[in-house]
C-alpha cells in the first residue's frame, strides 16, 4: 500500500521525451490512468500507437522483469495481449531519473485497439461469453507459467480477503455499506475458507476488470483504433472480447480469481445478476474447466473482490483525493453491493453449475477430442504434424465446408486435394458402384483406364500421350525421375530452392524445403540447386524487366559447369507454380529459358502439377500453359482424385519407349478399376461444370479483395497468384521485408476460430495460402475478405 505515495508524476512532455529517448519513437503522449504507475498512450500516427509505463519508484525490478516474460511468453499463444517492445539498447526495462531525484522504471507495450467493456452497455450474452473465454483461454496458458518474483504478498490478492477487510473495512464512511462488508466477511469466513485450501493455484492476471478488458464489435468499425483515453460514450454492439490488457496485478493464486474478478464487475447494475453472468462462467468453462470446489467458492470470491475494493478505496482516498482512478466503479459498487449480499450463496453456485453444464456436451466431446489427440500422440509417429494450435477434430466434409465433432462449419480455404468439393456424391457413388463390381489391377484388360487415360491426354498438348498411373504425387514424382534417366542416360538433375516433391527417400533428396531443414542431410551432389525465382524477395525482383533471364541463366552457368565435368544431365523438375516456396508465380519467359537450355544439354523437362493441374489456376487447365512451354513429361497427384488416392505421369511416345528397356512396370493399385472410375468422375465435373472459368472469376474478385487489403495493412508485402492459387506474404517491414512469422501464424489460428481455414507457405512460413475447393463461392471469397480484414485491423506486429 506504500507504493501509492510514491506514483510517478512525469508530464506529457516527459513523457514524449523518454519515448523518444529510449525507444526512438516521436509521438503525442495522452495520459491513461493508473493505480499506483503512470501509464501514456503514445500516438505515432492514427494508425501507429504503444503504451508508455512508467513504474512506481517502489516497484521491484524482479516484478517488472516477471511481467514482461509473462508477455514474451503469451505472445505466440494468445493473440489479445499486449506485447513488450524492446528499447534502442534491445532490453525490455529502461531506468530514468524523476524530477525528484527517484529512479523509475519504463516499458513500452504495444497498443490493443477496442474501448473498454465499462464504457458499453448492455453487455450481450454473446459480448460475456467471449470474455469468459478469453479468460479461459489465458488461465490455460498460464497454468505452465511460474516466476519467483510471482509468488508475493500482494494487497490485491484474494488469498489476502479477509486480511484487507479485517484491517480496512474501519475506514469505509458509509455505516450501512460497512456492515454489508462485516456480513459478507463472515460468510466467506464460514462457508468458503475451508474449501482455499483445495483451489487450484497458478500465476493468473489478477485484475480483468472492466477498464483492462478491450471489446470490438462484429465489423469492428467503431472499435478500431480507440483506447480508453480516447473513447466516450457507450456502444451496444459490441460482440467480442479484443484484448486483456495491464498485466501488472500478476500473482500466483486462486486459479478461479480471475474468473472472480472479471464477474465482479461485471455483474454490477445487472437486473437479474446471475443470469446476466452465466454467459461469462459458461465460456470460462469452455476453455478452462471448473471444479466442483471451485464453483462453490466462485460467489463468495466474487463478493470479497467487491468488499476489498470498497476497503481499499476507502483506503486510497485518504491518501489520494484528487485521484479520479480510485473512483472508478465505486458508485456502481455501493449501489449494487446490498443486493448481491442478500443472493443466497447456495443459489449463486446452483447457478453456476447450469452455466458449466451448457458446455458439458461440447466438453464431453473436447475431452473426446483431446482423447483422440493423446492417443495419436502414442500410435503414430511424433513427426507426424497436425494443424493449428487448438486441433480440430474433422467427422464430416460437404463440398466446400468441413464439420468438427461439435457440428460447427469450417469454411475450406486450404485443401487443394478435395478439388471439386469434399465428398462430392457423384464421386461417391461412382466409387461405391465400382467397387461393388470390380476393383482389380492392371494386369487384365478393361476399357475404363483406357477411357481415363484418353480423356486426360486430350487435355494436355499433343507430344504427351502416354500415361502411367501410380497411387500419389510422391509416387508419380519418383516414376518421373525414372523416365527423365532412363531417357536421357544422366542422373544429375536441376531443383529450384525451397521446393518439395514428395515424401520418398529419393525426392526428399531432390526437395530443398526438406533437405535443407530441420533433420535433413542437405543435397546429395547430383542434385542442383538453382535460385527460386521470386520476384518479391529473391535475388532479382519486380523492378527488374531483365529478372526472368537473370534467374534463368544461374541454371544456364549450372549446366555449363556440369557439361565441363562430363557429367550428363537427366532434367529439370519445378512446380509450375511454387506452392510450398510460398505460392510463387514465375516471372514470364523463365521456364521457356531453362526448358531451352536444359533440352540443349540432353536433358529432359518435369513439369510438377501436383498443386496447379486441373483448372487451379483459373486462367488454364495446367500451370505449365501460363508461361506458353509444353514440359517433357507432367506429374499429376491428389486433386485428380479429389481424395482418393491417384498419381499419374503422362509423357511423350519418346521418353516412354526409353522406358521400355526390359524391365517390367508395375503398381498393384495404380490404375486400379475403382481408382480409374473415380479418377473420370472428377475430370468430368470439372469440365461440365466450367470449375476451371468459376476458379477465374471468384479468384479474380478474391485478388482484388486480398490487394484492397493490401492498400490498408502495412503487414502485407505482396499478393500473387491466380484463380484459386493465392498467396499473401506478410513482413514486419515492407523495407527490409523481414518476415512476419508469428503473426502468419496468429493470422491462420484466429481465422480458424472463425471458422475459416488457412494454412501457411514459404520459407519463413509467413505467407497465407489460399487453395480452396473449385467449388468456393463469390460469398465465401467475400466472408475470406472480410474476416481476414477485421483480424488484420486488431493484430499487433513486433517492433
Known sequence: MHLLNHVPSFSMAAAAALAEKCYGIRATATPLPGERDQNFLLSVSPAKKYVLKIANALEERALLEAQNQVMSYLETRLSFCPRISPNLSGESLSEVESANGSVNFVRLVTYLPGVPLAEVKPHSPSLLQSLGERLGQLDRELAAFDHPALHRNFH???????????????????????????????????????????????????????????????????ARHRHPAEAHGQDARAT????????????????????????????????DPLAAVAPLVAGYAREHSLSEIEINALYGLVL????????????????????????????????????????DWSQAAAAFH?????????????????????????????????????????VRGSMQYLYDEDGRQYLDAYNNVAHVGHCRPRIVKVGQDQMALLNTNTRYLHDLILRYAERLAATLPDSLSVCFFVNSGSEANELALRLARAHTGGRDLLVLDHAYHGNTTTLIEISPYKHDGPGGAGAPSWVHKLPLPDLYRGLHRYDDPQAAGKYAEHAVEVIAELRERGVALSGFIAESLPSVAGQIVLPRGYLEKVYRAVREAGGVCIAD????????????????????????????????????????????????????NGMEFFSTFGGNTVSCAIGLAVLDIV??????????????????????????????????????????????????????????????????????????DGPFHSVLKIRPPLPFSASNSDRLISTLDDILSNLQIRV
Open 687 to 760: 469440365l461440365e461444370e466450367n470449375l476451371q472459368a468459376h476458379a477465374l472469376s471468384v479468384g479474380e474478385m478474391m485478388l482484388q479483395g486480398l490487394r484492397d487489403l493490401l492498400s490498408k495493412h502495412e503487414i502485407i508485402g505482396d499478393i500473387r497468384g491466380s484463380g484459386f492459387f493465392l498467396g499473401a506474404e506478410l513482413v514486419s517491414n515492407r523495407e527490409t521485408l523481414v518476415p512476419a512469422s508469428a503473426e502468419a501464424d496468429v493470422i491462420v489460428n484466429q481465422m480458424r476460430q472463425r471458422g475459416i481455414l488457412l494454412g501457411t
Open 304 to 343: 470479497m473482490r467487491l468488499c476489498m475494493s470498497v476497503c481499499l478505496a476507502a483506503y486510497q482516498h485518504r491518501q489520494r483525493p484528487d485521484n479520479d482512478y480510485l473512483r472508478i466503479s465505486q458508485r456502481s459498487i455501493i449501489d449494487s453491493l446490498p443486493g448481491l449480499a442478500a443472493i
Open 609 to 660: 502439377e501436383v498443386q496447379t493441374g486441373y483448372g487451379r489456376i483459373g486462367t488454364h487447365f495446367w500451370g505449365f500453359e501460363s508461361y506458353a512451354v509444353v514440359p517433357d513429361i507432367v506429374v499429376l497427384g491428389k486433386p485428380i482424385g479429389n481424395g482418393h488416392p491417384i498419381g499419374a505421369v503422362i509423357t511423350t511416345p519418346e521418353i516412354a519407349s526409353s522406358f521400355a
Open 240 to 271: 467480442s472480447v479484443s484484448g486483456i490488457i495491464d498485466f501488472g496485478d500478476l500473482v500466483h493464486s486462486y486459479t478461479v480469481g480471475d474468473l472472480a474478478v472479471a464477474i465482479a464487475y461485471v455483474v454490477l447494475d445487472k437486473d
Open 354 to 394: 447450469d452455466a458449466c453444464n451448457q458446455t458439458e456436451s461440447n466438453q464431453t466431446v473436447g475431452n473426446e477430442s483431446a482423447a483422440t489427440l493423446a492417443a495419436r500422440r502414442k500410435l503414430l509417429g511424433p513427426n507426424l504434424s497436425i494443424a493449428y494450435q487448438e486441433p480440430i477434430k474433422i
Open 156 to 222: 490485491w490478492d484474494l488469498a489476502n480477503a479477509e486480511h484487507i477487510i479485517r484491517e480496512y473495512a474501519p475506514l469505509v464512511a458509509d455505516e450501512p455499506l460497512r456492515q454489508i462488508v462485516y456480513r459478507c466477511r463472515k460468510d466467506f469466513s464460514r462457508q468458503v475458507s475451508p474449501l482455499l485450501s483445495q483451489l487450484r493455484r497458478s500465476v493468473i492476471h489478477g485484475d480483468a476488470n472492466d477498464y483492462n478488458v478491450l471489446v470490438q464489435s462484429g465489423d469492428d468499425s467503431y
